[in-house]
Nanobody, 115 residues
Framework: QVQLVESGGGLVQPGGSLRLSCAASGFTFSSYAMSWYRQAPGKERELVAF???????NVADSMKGRFTISRDNAKNTVYLQMNSLKPEDTAVYYC?????????WGQGTQVTVSS
């Protein structure tokens, strides 16, 4: 079955960096676009970034220039490199893959940006 397992979250000071990883299994990873979303307390889940199967990327405007999404098809893993983190980046970050009929999420990883 499809599994998405995020890791790499934690507590970081403002201005710091983190790299999130999402290990995927149960489907042909290289054939699908992958996305990262986040959800802050009391807010709706929002798209952070996505990467197509061809490696074309897009990052949400508020994170552009600070966040980078990448993928390693040999490792079935998608990454989110987050630099210059701000307190407003505090959220649970989720990995996502969307099939025609199904939408899968990981369990999420907490990122807290605080001094």
């Amino acid at each position: 079955q499809v599994q998405l397992v995020e890791s790499g979250g934690g507590l970081v000071q403002p201005g710091g960096s983190l790299r999130l990883s999402c290990a995927a299994s149960g489907f042909t990873f290289s054939s699908y676009a992958m996305s990262w979303y986040r959800q802050a307390p009391g807010k709706e889940r929002e798209l952070v970034a996505f990467i197509t199967r061809a490696g074309v990327t897009n990052v949400a405007d508020s994170m552009k220039g600070r966040f980078t999404i990448s993928r390693d098809n040999a490792k079935n893993t998608v990454y989110l490199q987050m630099n210059s983190l701000k307190p407003e980046d505090t959220a649970v970050y989720y990995c996502n893959v969307r099939f025609i009929t199904m939408n899968y999420w990981g369990q999420g990883t907490q990122v807290t940006v605080s001094s």
